[in-house]
T-cell receptor, first 112, second 113 residues
Framework: TQLLEQSPQFLSIQEGENLTVYCNSS?????LQWYRQEPGEGPVLLVT?????EVKKLKRLTFQFGDARKDSSLHITAAQPGDTGLYLC????????????FGRGTSLIVHP | DAGVTQSPTHLIKTRGQHVTLRCSPI?????VSWYQQVLGQGPQFIFQ???????GRGNFPDRFSARQFPNYSSELNVNALLLGDSALYLC????????????FGEGSRLTVL
C-alpha cells in the first residue's frame, strides 16, 4: 500500500508570510499531483509533476518533485487570504489504470 | 461546458438504510472514480469505472457497489449504512483510464444518524 504523509497537518499564518508544505512517501511515484480543496467543494488540480527534481511555478506557488520521485514540496510566497484551503498531494503509478493515492492534506488558513 | 455534477448534494440517512449517489462526468470523459473523504482526511479511493466496467476497487466492504451507464454517468450504492459511512463522497472524471488529472465534483455530503 502506498502511503503519502503530509506535513504540517494545520497551518495558520498572517497575510504576507511564506510557507512550505511537505508530502513524503517511501514509495516511488510516476507522477504526483497537488490539489486545493475549498470548503464545500471538490479538489481542484494545481499542478502535476513527473520528472525527478522537477520544479514548477504557478504565480506565487512553487512545486518541487524529489529527485527519487518519493517526495514533493509546495512553497507559497507572500500568502494571501485567497490561498486558504486544504492542500492535498496525490501520487500514482502509470501503466493501466491511474489511481492516485491521496495524503491527508494540509489545512491552511491565511489571516488578513 | 458543465463540470462534474453530483446529486444529491446533501442527505441524511439512518443506520441500516441504503443510499444511491449519482454522478455525471464531464462531456467526453469516459472514466469515473469514486472517493470517500471523511472529515480531516484525504480522499480514499472506492471504485474506478471505464467503459461500464469496474477497473479498480479500493479497500471497502461489499456494502459498497457502483455501476457506470452507457452515457458514462455513474451511481454509487451503499447498503446497510453505518455511522462510519458519514462522509463527503466525491466523484471524479478523467478522459481515460490513464488520465492523471482528475476533475472532481462538489461531492455528496452523507450524514448517517
Amino acid at each position: 500500500t502506498q502511503l503519502l504523509e503530509q506535513s504540517p497537518q494545520f497551518l495558520s499564518i498572517q497575510e504576507g508570510e511564506n510557507l512550505t508544505v511537505y508530502c513524503n512517501s517511501s514509495s516511488v511515484f510516476s507522477s504526483l499531483q497537488w490539489y486545493r480543496q475549498e470548503p464545500g467543494e471538490g479538489p481542484v488540480l494545481l499542478v502535476t509533476v513527473v520528472t525527478g527534481g522537477e520544479v514548477k511555478k504557478l504565480k506565487r506557488l512553487t512545486f518541487q518533485f524529489g529527485d527519487a520521485r518519493k517526495d514533493s514540496s509546495l512553497h507559497i510566497t507572500a500568502a494571501q487570504p485567497g490561498d486558504t484551503g486544504l492542500y492535498l498531494c496525490a501520487g500514482g503509478i502509470s501503466g493501466g489504470s491511474y489511481i492516485p493515492t491521496f495524503g491527508r492534506g494540509t489545512s491552511l488558513i491565511v489571516h488578513p | 461546458d458543465a463540470g462534474v455534477t453530483q446529486s444529491p448534494t446533501h442527505l441524511i440517512k439512518t443506520r441500516g438504510q441504503h443510499v444511491t449517489l449519482r454522478c455525471s462526468p464531464i462531456s467526453g470523459h469516459k472514466s469515473v472514480s469514486w472517493y470517500q473523504q471523511v472529515l480531516g482526511q484525504g480522499p480514499q479511493f472506492i471504485f474506478q469505472y471505464y467503459e461500464k466496467e469496474e477497473r479498480g476497487r479500493g479497500n471497502f466492504p461489499d456494502r459498497f457497489s457502483a455501476r457506470q451507464f452507457p452515457n458514462y454517468s455513474s451511481e454509487l450504492n451503499v447498503n446497510a449504512l453505518l455511522l462510519g459511512d458519514s462522509a463527503l463522497y466525491l466523484c471524479a472524471s478523467s478522459l481515460g483510464l490513464a488520465g492523471r488529472t482528475l476533475f472532481f465534483g462538489e461531492g455528496s455530503r452523507l450524514t448517517v444518524l
